[in-house]
Structures are given as structure tokens and as C-alpha cells.
Antibody
């Protein structure tokens, strides 16, 4: 059974940093592209970042480029999101998502809440 | 960036009725790379449909997807009580992935 478990969320001041983790199990992690998707309180879904199965390519939504870095450790079956220079508007639940045969998401974690506030 | 516009914003129906949700793209979606998700309050989204019309594993056949190009539809043939939720469309045919703003399906 596929499982994704995020951790690392919390409360941080504007300008601060956080590192999110997503532990994967139940599938061959090293063969799948992975994504981060966020959802601001009471709002819709927003794609944040993507990383290829082997870590050789990444992409980001414009609003986080230069501030967020997605990475992965395939031997540890873990996905990361390093978030620097955090802004109030980054406040959201952050989900990691596994891709299927294409870049739709056939498994999601439960999410981790990031709150950016002074 | 492909903008996805979902309609209606809110749909009020009764169990047993048919629901039709629309997702319109600002430009053609490559290879029908469009998915639908269901999200209930306090839960992560769940994949329903991918490739515009393929049902995900374990999804009941009352859920169906159709459409191509810029116009896509999610149909729920006979609503069950557990179907009342928010639904999102999602295009993954470009490097800049986007979601629709969501349609809320509520009990009338």
C-alpha cells in the first residue's frame, strides 16, 4: 500500500526557513517523479515544485523560484522541500504527491501545515 | 500558463441525482493530460480520473470523465451521500502545472 508521510511543518517568522520531508513507502520511490502541492487555508490547490525520478530535473511555480528547493534521497525513500525567505503568503498545508504513469497524482500525503507569521 | 476555470462554483443537488462539473482550459491541454480529484474537509485530495477519461483504481463507475482540447467534464451519474465534496481539475500537460479553483458539490 502506497504511503506518503510529510513532516517538518510549523510556525516561522517572515524571512525564516523550514525544511519539509516526505517519507515514502509501498512503491518504488526511485522510479517516480514527485511533486509538492500546497493549499492555503480555505483556498484551492496550487502546484509548487517537481523533481524527476532521478533528481536530474526540477521545476517550480514562479512565486517560489529562488526561495524553495526540492530534492530527494532515493536510498532513503525521502522527498524534501527546503523553504527559505518565507513570506506570509506561503502559509498553507503542503502535500507531497506521487505521480502515476504521467504527471497526475495517484497518491498524496496527509499534509503538513506551514504558518508564516510574526 | 494554462488557466483552468471550473463551473459551477457550487452545485446543490440531492442524493440519487446526476452531477455535471465543467473544467475549461485557456488553451488546449496536451494529450488530454487532465485529471480530476475529490477533496473532503480535512483530507488530502483523492484521484478520480486521469487522462481525461480513465478512472483511477478503486473509483466507482458512477464517476466518469470526458472531453478534449479545452473543454472537460466530470459526471457523477447517481450521487451517493459520500460524494458531496469539493472537486478539482488539474492539467499536467505542460511544465507549469495548474489546477482549477474547485467546484463545491453540496447537499440540497
Amino acid at each position: 500500500q502506497m504511503q506518503l508521510v510529510e513532516s517538518g511543518g510549523g510556525v516561522v517568522q517572515p524571512g525564516g526557513s523550514l525544511r519539509l520531508s516526505c517519507a515514502a513507502s509501498g512503491f518504488l520511490f526511485s522510479s517516480r517523479a514527485m511533486h509538492w502541492v500546497r493549499q492555503a487555508p480555505g483556498k484551492g490547490l496550487e502546484w509548487v515544485a517537481f523533481i524527476r525520478y532521478d533528481g536530474s530535473n526540477e521545476n517550480y511555480v514562479d512565486s517560489v523560484k529562488g526561495r524553495f528547493t526540492i530534492s530527494r534521497d532515493n536510498p532513503r525513500n525521502t522527498l524534501y522541500l527546503q523553504m527559505n525567505s518565507l513570506r506570509v503568503e506561503d502559509t498553507a498545508i503542503y502535500y507531497c504527491a506521487k505521480t502515476g504513469s504521467s504527471y497526475y497524482y495517484d497518491a498524496w500525503g496527509q499534509g503538513t501545515l506551514v504558518t508564516v507569521s510574526s | 500558463e494554462i488557466v483552468l476555470t471550473q463551473s459551477p462554483g457550487t452545485l446543490s443537488l440531492s442524493p440519487g441525482e446526476r452531477a455535471t462539473l465543467s473544467c475549461r482550459a485557456s488553451q488546449s491541454v496536451n494529450s488530454n493530460s487532465l485529471a480530476w480529484y475529490q477533496q473532503k474537509l480535512g483530507q488530502a485530495p483523492r484521484l478520480l480520473i486521469y487522462g481525461a477519461s480513465s478512472r483511477a483504481t478503486g473509483i466507482p463507475d458512477r464517476f466518469s470523465g470526458s472531453g478534449s482540447g479545452t473543454d472537460f467534464t466530470l459526471t457523477i451519474s447517481r450521487l451517493e451521500p459520500e460524494d458531496f465534496a469539493v472537486y478539482y481539475c488539474h492539467q499536467y500537460g505542460t511544465s507549469l502545472i495548474t489546477f482549477g479553483q474547485g467546484s463545491r458539490l453540496e447537499i440540497k
